[in-house]
């Protein structure tokens, strides 16, 4: 099954790209797509200096790209609300690069 | 004339001073707007005798005439709203509100975005003998405490007045602190003489200088071998108008809710006096 995923990291460096250890206040986001087993396209995180409703703006971007799952750090309560709510599987992982982690987690991107 | 204690550093004694000048003065109105930690009343044990809940404006969305378009939630400069459109939903979140009415006002559907309304604290009015007691007290969970405070100086101070207000400010010197302070005539300046209240008086300093109040410091724990807040006061220029003695007897009354002036009565001529300084101070504006 295709799946786009929604990938919180620290700086642009395509599958490379180390994850972050906070969600909302990651530097940059991968949209990877399963189907062609590459990022589709990067987003910049410009709401990670707010004072508040990070999470709530950056989970809306997951949901406006049509993402099935988001591999992060752990998000916040309202961040993880909006996840669930639009049934967008969150994938707990603070370490590594984004590709270590497509691999990781290759048995839940299956659907 | 409205005075308000404020102090940059917690602890330094804003409650203790303003408690003693409504008792000192008598005829007075003490306001309580520290609102997330609000202890005046354990002073002066007032009679409480109206308790009214505080309501802000939040956004109310009408999921039947919605779209999901999603230009509020764009809008909304405070994030306070999501929108999922293959779930057709628009999901607010209230404590992240300002009640700024933007999301209404961009929303392209007419009679989408209502308005209802969501209670933040809650302000007690009543009287400790000749004085008038009102405080704000924040609900628990609440992150901002600003439109309480703002709730309650458009309610109950007026912007002019001859009558005495003393306005019992929370520490710091954000949001909060600059909303109590704006109605002000005068702003008393509480510290006690160590780095740390010198630090943060140096902050409390420019923060009236920036909103151009007059001002006036107290020493609180006051001891005669530091020096710091008197050489600090001379840079600034700004008058040091009471020093209270660190003294033992002081800190275990306060700590069993007694105010200033039963321990050392002899403080109310002192303060009567303060305020007859400042009001001198307040006229040369």
């Known amino acids: 099954?295709?799946?786009?995923?929604?990938?919180?990291?620290?700086?642009?460096?395509?599958?490379?790209?180390?994850?972050?250890?906070?969600?909302?206040?990651?530097?940059?986001?991968?949209?990877?797509?399963?189907?062609?087993?590459?990022?589709?396209?990067?987003?910049?995180?410009?709401?990670?200096?707010?004072?508040?409703?990070?999470?709530?703006?950056?989970?809306?971007?997951?949901?406006?790209?049509?993402?099935?799952?988001?591999?992060?750090?752990?998000?916040?309560?309202k961040a993880a609300n909006i996840l669930a709510k639009a049934g967008i599987k969150m994938l707990v992982a603070d370490s590594g690069t984004a590709g270590q982690a497509i691999e990781r987690f290759k048995p839940e991107l299956q659907g | 004339m409205i005075i308000a204690v404020a102090s940059g550093k917690g602890g330094t004694g804003k409650t203790l001073i303003t408690t003693?000048?409504?008792?000192?003065t008598g005829h007075c109105t003490y306001i309580d707007l520290d609102v997330e930690e609000p202890n005046g009343a354990i002073f002066l044990k007032p009679v409480i005798q109206h308790e009214t809940p505080y309501n802000v404006v939040i956004p109310y969305i009408d999921k039947e005439k919605c779209t999901f378009c999603g230009l509020c939630a764009k809008a909304c400069v405070?994030?306070?709203?999501?929108?999922?459109?293959?779930?057709?939903?628009?999901?607010?979140?209230?404590?992240?509100?300002?009640?700024?009415?933007?999301?209404?006002?961009?929303?392209?559907?007419?009679?989408?975005?209502?308005e209802t309304r969501r209670e933040i604290g809650k302000i007690n009015k009543g009287h400790c003998g000749t004085i008038r007691f009102i405080e704000g007290r924040l609900n628990i969970g609440q992150p901002s405490a600003v439109p309480l405070i703002r709730g309650i100086t458009s309610l109950y101070i007026p912007d002019h007045t001859d009558e005495l207000f003393f306005l019992d400010s929370s520490p710091g010197t954000s949001c909060p602190v600059v909303e109590t302070l704006k109605k002000s005539d005068y702003v008393l300046l509480v510290t006690e003489p160590t780095p740390f209240g010198l630090n943060d008086l140096e902050l409390a300093v420019e923060l009236v200088q920036d909103m151009?109040?007059?001002?006036?410091?107290?020493?609180?724990?006051?001891?005669?071998?530091?020096?710091?807040?008197?050489?600090?006061?001379?840079r600034v220029h700004l008058p040091i108008l009471l020093r209270i003695?660190?003294?033992?007897?002081?800190?275990?009354?306060?700590?069993?809710?007694?105010?200033?002036?039963?321990?050392?009565?002899?403080?109310?001529?002192?303060?009567?006096?303060?305020?007859?300084?400042?009001?001198?101070?307040?006229?040369?504006?």
């Open chain 1, 1 to 77: 099954m295709k799946m786009k995923v929604f990938i919180a990291v620290d700086s642009n460096k395509g599958l490379d790209s180390p994850l972050g250890n906070r969600f909302g206040r990651a530097g940059y986001f991968l949209v990877y797509d399963t189907a062609k087993d590459t990022v589709i396209s990067v987003h910049e995180n410009t709401f990670k200096d707010d004072a508040q409703g990070v999470g709530i703006k950056v989970a809306n971007m997951a949901v406006d790209n049509g993402c099935g799952a988001a591999i992060g750090a752990q998000p916040g309560p």
């Open chain 2, 20 to 24: 003693a000048l409504a008792l000192s």
């Open chain 2, 78 to 114: 405070y994030h306070a709203l999501a929108v999922i459109p293959t779930l057709k939903n628009t999901m607010v979140f209230p404590e992240l509100c300002h009640s700024c009415g933007v999301c209404s006002f961009v929303c392209p559907v007419k009679g989408t975005i209502d």
């Open chain 2, 212 to 234: 151009g109040k007059k001002a006036g410091i107290i020493i609180n724990k006051h001891d005669d071998r530091q020096t710091l807040i008197d050489d600090f006061s001379q």
């Open chain 2, 245 to 285: 003695p660190y003294s033992m007897d002081i800190q275990e009354a306060y700590s069993r809710g007694i105010p200033l002036t039963e321990v050392r009565p002899g403080i109310k001529t002192l303060l009567k006096e303060l305020i007859e300084q400042i009001n001198v101070a307040g006229g040369e504006k």
